[in-house]
């Protein structure tokens, strides 16, 4: 069973950056889109970003917009998350997702088969 291995998680001050990575466990694992989704507590899971291996376009949040990042990793089936201006409502438990055909809308959790353990982002004011 392929996995996804989330690392860079942490805690920052409001202002500050983060970068998260996620890594597919096996290398000949193919994905037509890969992304993050988070979830605070309390809060019900949220999309975040998204990015389509062929062609690499790249769906965002509003929330988010302008501020993340989601770029494919040098290592095949790699992503990362590039998080600036960081803020305390970005506090969640962030989500890597893999998901091996086109169907199904982007933001969408039930779109995705593939989901990691999470790694934890706290933002402090």
């Known amino acids: 069973q392929v996995q996804l291995l989330e690392s860079g998680g942490g805690l920052v001050q409001a202002g500050g950056s983060l970068r998260l990575s996620c890594a597919a466990s096996?290398?000949?694992?193919?994905?037509?889109?890969m992304g993050w989704f988070r979830q605070a507590p309390g809060k019900e899971r949220e999309f975040v970003a998204a990015?389509?291996?062929?062609?690499?376009?790249?769906d965002y949040s509003d929330s988010v917009k302008g501020r993340f990042t989601i770029a494919r990793g040098n290592a095949k089936n790699t992503v990362r998350l590039q998080m600036n201006n960081l803020k305390p409502e970005d506090t969640a438990v962030y989500y890597c997702?893999?998901?091996?055909?086109?169907?199904?809308?982007?933001?969408?959790?039930?779109?995705?088969?593939?989901w990691g353990q999470g790694t934890q982002v706290t933002v402090s004011s």
């Open positions: 997702v893999a998901d091996r055909d086109s169907s199904g809308s982007y933001d969408n959790p039930s779109t995705y088969d593939y």
């Open positions: 096996e290398p000949t694992f193919i994905t037509y889109k």
């Open positions: 990015i389509r291996w062929f062609g690499s376009s790249t």
